[in-house]
């Protein structure tokens, strides 16, 4: 079946830092993938997206590349601030699930990102 | 405006007692989620329904029955609760299209059962 997996937390930075969170992936189909972010007590919100290979989702300053040859989709920013401090979820959904298009989520664990000033 | 509402936001109750959770959306969307989210913040999914139709039971026991009145509603109702049934409950939307489509998740309803 699908899997996603990622770098487990807390992952501490200081502001400004360089920021990595690897997530892999496995599936038999052809997936969309995703990057969500829990802020404190709220629900999940879309932070970028791609749907095929060598695609790069871009949003707030965060960037992933869709890499097919590496099964990748690691999250990337040049800069961290405190505000980025969240739970970062790699998700996966399959193209050719059962689901035909309303397939749920395939989810990594979520890596606790905390930012210090 | 919210696009996925959830009610209640916090539920507390008692083992064995039977509750149901709402959820809204206003994205003119024809699929609809059920998450559960555990202690460890691991998100799984449940449900899965499109224009009221179920299309994904994730092996959710049968104490858990989602029910879809129109395409912007999909209510949670479960019987007989459990300790091992506290988390956070989320519902999502999206369309269902030839690709996944991005969803939307709702606020979430922290569930806990004493």
């Known amino acids: 079946g699908d899997s996603v997996t990622q770098m487990e937390g807390p992952v501490t930075l200081s502001e400004e830092a360089f920021l990595t969170i690897n997530c892999t992936y496995t599936?038999?189909?052809?997936?969309?993938l995703f990057w969500y972010v829990q802020y404190p007590g709220e629900g999940l919100q879309l932070l970028l997206k791609?749907?095929?290979?060598?695609d790069k989702g871009s949003n707030k300053g965060f960037e992933a590349t869709y890499r097919k040859e590496t099964t990748s989709f690691h999250l990337e920013k040049g800069s961290v601030q405190v505000s980025d401090s969240a739970v970062y979820f790699c998700?996966?959904?399959?193209?050719?699930?059962?689901?035909?298009?309303?397939?749920?989520?395939?989810f990594g664990k979520g890596t606790h990102l905390i930012i210090q000033p | 405006d919210t696009a996925v509402s959830q009610t209640p936001k916090y539920l507390v109750t008692q083992m064995g007692n039977d509750k149901s959770i709402k959820c809204e959306q206003n994205?003119?969307?024809?699929?609809m989620y059920w998450y559960k989210q555990d202690s460890k913040k691991f998100l799984k999914i449940m449900f899965s329904?499109?224009?009221?139709?179920?299309?994904i039971n994730e092996t959710v026991p049968n104490r858990f029955s989602p029910k879809s009145p129109d395409k912007a509603h999909l209510n949670l109702h479960i019987n007989s609760l459990e300790l091992g049934d506290s988390a956070v409950y989320f519902c999502?939307?999206?369309?269902?299209?030839?690709?996944?489509?991005?969803?939307?998740f709702g606020p979430g309803t922290r569930l806990l059962v004493l």
């Open positions: 999502a939307s999206s369309r269902r299209t030839s690709i996944q489509e991005t969803q939307y």
């Open positions: 599936a038999t189909g052809y997936p969309s």
């Open positions: 998700a996966l959904s399959d193209h050719r699930g059962s689901g035909g298009g309303a397939d749920g989520l395939t």
């Open positions: 329904y499109n224009n009221k139709e179920l299309i």
């Open positions: 994205l003119g969307h024809d699929t």
């Open positions: 791609a749907t095929k290979a060598d």
